[in-house]
């Protein structure tokens, strides 16, 4: 039988219909900084255009941000530092990638933590240690995301098996994808289920990978998660779709589309998966939802709550 294909468009949809709902109920209209430092990767204007358009229709205060590339460090603090300040602004985001000479890892600490709402901060990312003796105050939107995904698939891995399948070269340049890898994915996951992160170039990185009942792909390479990589009835999830470039949209011929492509050849998978939720499409969707109700509920926090974060 034919994996089922799940997508998480419906999905983003219920999630953000929630952020609505929870921000009129608490009489809170959040405010998003959103920031942009000009980079060369072609989906960085795409996702600031996707994210502003994505935060004015769930009623949020937008104020875009979009900086040369050619900022250097202490500019970008210094309108951080002036965010932060500003009583106005709930929740300030910096999109990436960011140039080489901008270190995401000095930007998430200059942001106020009642403002950071992807729990990526140093003070959010500390209490998903073990030894944090501190309730979570954010999970990080990315494993948030994919436990909203199994749970409207009716997907529970408690006791199973999990994999997440990487790119060494992603993981090893990108500080927030081998954080929300290594800590952040398992740290949302029950905690009997076990779970490792497999480079795919191990050298039994296949064998792995086919041991999963719940697969979680992050690569850089289209489509090279095939059918032989795949436990049979497995949940196989892909999450970083690959830019191959633009097509025209079939809507309006004068508007360029970014053209996506996921590490799981879905034909192929699909032959011995359970379910698969592909790139582009799957993850992507609920992260924006997701997001949106980490906006409402940092929003909140912070107004009722005016002790700041730190010191964690």
């Known amino acids: 039988m034919p994996a089922r294909i799940a997508t998480g468009h419906a999905l983003k949809r219920t999630l953000l219909d929630q952020a609505a709902r929870t921000a009129k109920e608490a009489d809170v209209v959040p405010t998003v900084a959103l920031l942009r430092v000009d980079h060369d990767d072609p989906m960085l204007p795409v996702n600031f255009r996707l994210h502003q358009k994505l935060f004015a229709d769930t009623g949020f205060q937008v104020r875009p941000y979009e900086l040369a590339a050619s900022t250097d460090w202490d500019t970008l603090r210094a309108l951080i530092e002036r965010l932060n300040k500003d009583d106005e602004v709930d929740v300030i985001l910096v999109l990436i990638p960011l140039p080489d000479h901008l270190d995401i890892r000095s930007v998430l600490a200059a942001i106020d933590p009642a403002k950071e709402a992807e729990g990526l901060h140093l003070d959010h990312v500390m209490r998903l240690n073990p030894l944090s003796d501190q309730a979570p105050t954010r999970i990080p939107v990315v494993p948030t995301a ?23 070269e992603l993981t090893e340049t990108n500080p927030v994808a081998k954080m929300v890898a290594r800590i952040a994915a398992f740290a949302a996951l029950p905690p009997n289920a076990s779970g490792c992160v497999v480079p795919v170039t191990h050298p039994r990185a296949r064998e792995l990978a086919r041991s999963a009942d719940l697969l979680v792909v992050s690569l850089q390479r289209p489509a090279v998660v095939t059918a032989d990589w795949i436990k049979p009835g497995a949940v196989v999830i892909d999450f970083n779709p690959v830019f191959t470039g633009f097509r025209r949209s079939r809507k309006d011929p004068d508007r360029q589309l970014p053209q996506l492509v996921g590490g799981v050849d879905v034909d192929s998978a699909g032959t011995v998966a359970g379910v698969v939720v592909p790139a582009p499409g799957g993850v992507g969707p609920v992260m924006l939802g997701a997001l949106a109700q980490q906006i409402v509920a940092a929003t909140i926090a912070r107004r009722s709550e005016p002790v700041a974060l730190s010191g964690v």
């Open 146 to 168: 994919v436990v909203h995904l199994l749970a409207d698939i009716d997907y529970d891995p408690e006791g199973h098996e999990v994999v997440v399948l990487t790119d060494p």
